[in-house]
């Protein structure tokens, strides 16, 4: 199972609770936040719409299975339709992508997969068109590039509260460091202020020395890297993206507590970049999230209510014992005895 086990219940608000199927079934894509239906995006290919599968994908929501990790350690999250709005045109990228790979002497003979991996088996040639391509379309989303409501205030909180916030995207380092800069400029941040660390995007190697960048998602390598990095155990980290193909299998392969699919809208949108997904029940299982939201101030919600849970669940486990004059303060990070000073009423 990818979720880990908790000992303390997650609160969350009822008035934003949901599930996507029936109140009678307890097996749903996972719980809920602001979304009472998903809906596919008109614009989307037949191909990226994970819709049907995921409502009938079987994840048990039982008493004692957190929804996102008890006492959190960071939140990673994808960038493209996460962390700004959705405007990279996946159906352009395909179509032109695959007109190249079709032209090419190599390319023609290949089957279609991922955009982003084939342009690697064709010619230097074929190579250079598929990066004009990139470069063309990957310009015209950075020109246009927004802020994902509520973003702000979400990564605004987390940092005040102490968690570490960092970006996986398949996008170019280039263009993170342009959506930095409009997280700061919203949150009247210093350019000197790191607000995202670390930044791994297609092009960022886990060493200097290395030969090739780190693998995109679906894999999980480039959460496991953060973890390392921040050294802090998966189950500790909530991955937080809008893809069910990319972003929440590479969250549930790497073990993360909280694999949250945002879907704003509630809207399936195009993000298929082309490659094949399977169908077995282990697959669906991969691309089914922890947790649905509607919208990043719905998740803020949720992680305030675990932020809370957790320092009650603190205040209670600190006993005060009396014991030979002395007391003892307990909690579980620290432990401290105190003597007892007497002292006589007047």
């Known amino acids: 199972m990818f979720l880990s086990p908790a000992a303390a219940v997650l609160l969350l608000l009822p008035t934003v609770l949901c599930f996507t199927s029936s109140p009678t079934s307890r097996n749903s894509v996972g719980n809920t936040v602001g979304l009472d239906n998903y809906s596919v995006n008109e614009n989307a290919s037949s191909t990226s719409s994970l819709i049907p599968e995921l409502n009938d994908a079987s994840r048990s929501i039982s008493s004692n299975e957190q929804l996102l990790p008890s006492s959190p350690f960071g939140v990673i999250f994808d960038m493209d339709g996460t962390l700004i709005k959705h405007s990279i045109n996946f159906a352009e990228m395909r179509q032109r992508i695959y007109e190249v790979v079709d032209a090419d002497p190599i390319g023609k003979d290949l089957e279609k ?67 930095m800069e409009l997280y700061k400029n919203e949150m009247s941040i210093n350019d000197d202020v790191t607000i995202f660390e670390p930044i791994v995007a297609r092009n960022t190697k886990a060493n200097p020395d290395d030969d090739e960048p780190l693998k995109s998602k679906p894999n999980p390598d480039g959460i496991l890297h953060i973890c390392k990095l921040w050294g802090c155990e998966p189950s500790e980290v909530i991955f937080v993206g809008d893809s069910a193909n990319d972003d929440m299998s590479a969250a549930n392969r790497a073990g993360c507590g909280g694999a949250v699919l945002l879907q704003p809208g509630g809207c399936q949108l195009d993000t298929d970049s082309g490659y094949a997904v399977g169908d077995t029940e282990a697959e669906i299982m991969e691309r089914t999230p922890s947790l649905c939201v509607e919208s990043l101030s719905d998740l803020k919600l949720c992680i305030e209510s675990v932020l809370d849970e957790q320092e009650k669940n603190d205040v209670v486990q600190s006993e005060v014992s009396g014991e030979e004059d002395n007391y003892v303060y307990s909690s579980d990070s620290f432990s401290v005895t105190i003597p007892s000073i007497g002292v006589k009423g007047v």
């Open 113 to 179: 997969d991922c955009v982003l991996e084939m342009p690697q088996r064709l010619t230097e040639e074929g190579q250079r068109k598929c990066h004009e391509v990139f470069v063309d379309i990957e310009q015209r989303a950075v020109d246009n590039m927004q802020l994902q409501d509520g973003g702000a205030e979400l990564v605004q909180f987390l940092i005040e509260s102490g968690l570490k916030t960092a970006v996986l995207t398949r996008n170019m380092e280039k263009n993170v460091a342009h959506m």
